[in-house]
């Protein structure tokens, strides 16, 4: 593979660019290429430029409007809905978060729903956004199915992905952010490219056997969520919290509604946030830190968000493969 250098204000032009020249507007264009920018810094490159080839095919199918403007609505005092007049959702999450973090800081616990939006993003970004508020933050969303639920040998589920944000003073949050499915289905095929296996119980083949060989799975077969049933648990949680709470599309509607054009199907988010100072009171940082010292005690451990953080602190520019830079400036 060969790479091109490129600073992070021109992975931020190339991305402002393309979706500008291709249907977004100055504000939209801004907000997801700020995401994208955002994601290569921390080394998310799975949800950085390599997405925007999917954000313009949707962009020229007209599924998604590039000169969005989410509505916000109070539900009740404290849960906040976004209507996301069908763009998408770094645009809708920018306007969200801030009342979620004044309704938060006002009765402890906010609720945000985000709906009729088009998400194809890490949900990081959203979390750690209200950490970095002092507050805690969860979120999750679902997608089109590619995962089977336990026991079945068909699709259902999303990669589903869910995340969760720590606030600490004077340091950067704890934040995980995983799929809840073994692996994600970019890196199946490009196993598959690369001819490599992968861990036996990432998926089934088209017969429903379990198979190490990532070309099966990518190719009429189906992925598993981590964890067998307790995996599959969580992943029917989002589907509930994301599309049954929030009142957008299960995984399976968002497949027969989308156009197919590579680019986000529509659905929903759902964000909750919790304020420690009202809920825990007094030293609720200094408790915790002295949990994350046991946990950093032991030989081993790091915790997540570490390598995405210790990523952001280099200001140098960042590898892009060059051929992805090539089909962005031609699109
Ligand atoms: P990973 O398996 O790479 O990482 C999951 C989490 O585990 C990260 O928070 C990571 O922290 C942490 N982690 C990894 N290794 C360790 C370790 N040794 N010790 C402690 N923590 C660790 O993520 P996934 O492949 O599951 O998901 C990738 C991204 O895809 C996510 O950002 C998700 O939001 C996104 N996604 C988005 C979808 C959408 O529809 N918008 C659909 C599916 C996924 P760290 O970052 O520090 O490495």
Known sequence: MTSTKLSLEEIYKLAYDSLTKNGCDDYNAQTVATTVTHAERDGSVSHGLFRIPGYISSLKSKK????????????????????????????????????LVEVCNKHGVGVLTIKNTHHFAALWHETESLAEKNLIGIACTAY????????????????????????????????????????????????????????????????????????????????????????????MMIELLAAGLVGDLFSFEAKDEDNNDGGPARGGEFIIALSPDLIAGENWNEHAESFFNKMKSLDGVRLPGERRHKNRLNNSTRNINSDLVKKIKSL
């Open 64 to 99: 998604v409007k590039g000169n969005a403007r989410p509505k916000i609505k109070l539900l009740t005092q404290n849960v906040v809905q976004v209507d996301g007049d069908y763009g998408f959702a770094p645009t809708s999450i920018k306007v969200g978060i801030p009342k």
């Open 144 to 235: 089109k199915p590619s995962v089977a639920p336990a026991g079945a040998k068909k699709p259902l589920f999303g990669t589903n992905p869910i995340s969760f944000a720590w606030p600490r003073k004077n340091k950067t949050p704890i934040v995980y952010d995983m799929a809840t499915s073994t692996m994600a289905m970019g890196e199946v095929q490009v196993a598959a490219r690369d001819g490599h296996k992968v861990p036996m119980g990432t998926g089934l083949n088209k017969n429903g056997e379990k198979t190490d060989n990532p070309s099966e799975i990518a190719n009429g077969g189906v992925l598993l969520t981590f964890g067998d049933y307790k995996g599959s648990a969580i992943a």
